[in-house]
């Protein structure tokens, strides 16, 4: 186990998700205890056969004050923000707007937005008028949009690890917190779906033409997915669900695929563990990153079960929601704390027939188990390692 400080239990006061499964977070989490897919065709028009996790119906403008930040990004985002707006306004009577953060992460930005501008330049020879790359392509726009919504004067930034960026920030909120520079931050990540990410995971020869089955033997790839999902991350208050534990780490094997052993995803696991002065033997589900790669899966299985052995149960919700890349994080945290609020675990789609080299307890169905403690992992390209611990209140 490595040498990693212990850190002070946080309490999560406040979370949501919108995503392919559902326009609130009560759709979302009701889509995933019935075992609904949201993965569909593409709403984009791409070159490929695949199917994406696209976000159910039409997103309303932005208000007319926020008109120059208006992107499908932004517009997920609100309606993620939204829901947990009356938290984060207490939060910030509580504590002061300059004691509160907000720390996003996010892989595409407001790309979809170029790449409408883009074609309108192709087809008249001229950009969009309404179309601002600041305001709507720069990854800090939604943050500092948020900030001005939410009147939040604290840090406020955006990063931008790729698959892990949403996990990330949840170490972040750690560190400005125990440094008493916030009192609370408001964390989490949005990605909308993008033709650049779509061809760009083609080429790479990882994007499946069907709904992906992680952990399967017969898996082929993934699926592209949007979404935005928030939580609210204080230095004290009551609640039932704590952040317990971030473990990071850095292998920066090949710029797209996992060092094969695992060792980078172990040692993310082993840190969020040792912060927490917990042991493997208490964890009791694993919300893997699971994106239905050959060689992604391959290495979590090898790094959860050096780990864990076969003990613990592992799901992939992937199969739910497409991959979101710098939204998977936070939707995932999300999804480990309803698994310890309502004691379900989800089944990991489409995992039939199972790997039989992967030596881990893949949870098949759905299950009530009444997990006490929940790991969340996000594995991004160049080795960036994220596994976020929530739980109980110890």
Known sequence: MPIVSLAPPLPLTAWSAVNALGRDTREVLEALDAGRSGLGPSPLEVTMETVVGAYPGDLPPLPRAYAPYDTRLARLGLAAFEELRPQVDAAVRRWGAERVAILLGTSTGGLEETEQAFQTWLERQR???????????NFAAFGEMLASIAGVAGPTYVVSTACSSSGKVAASAQRLIASGMIDAALIGGIDSLTRMTLQGFHSLGILSGKPCRPFSVERDGINIGEGAAFALVEREGEAPVHLLGVGESSDAYRMSSPEP?????????????????????????INAHGTATKLNDEAEAIAIAALFGDRVPVSSTKGYTGHQLGAAGGTEIVFAIHAVLSGRLPATLGCDPIDPTLRIHVQRGAAVT?????????FAFGGSNVSVLVGEPK
């Open 370 to 378: 009444h997990p006490k403690r929940v790991l969340s992992n996000s």
């Open 127 to 137: 950009i969009p008028e309404q179309y601002e790359y600041q305001r709507q392509h």
């Open 261 to 285: 052993e695992g060792r980078g995803a172990r040692e993310a696991m082993e840190r969020a563990l040792a912060q927490a002065g917990l042991e493997p033997g208490d964890i009791d589900h």
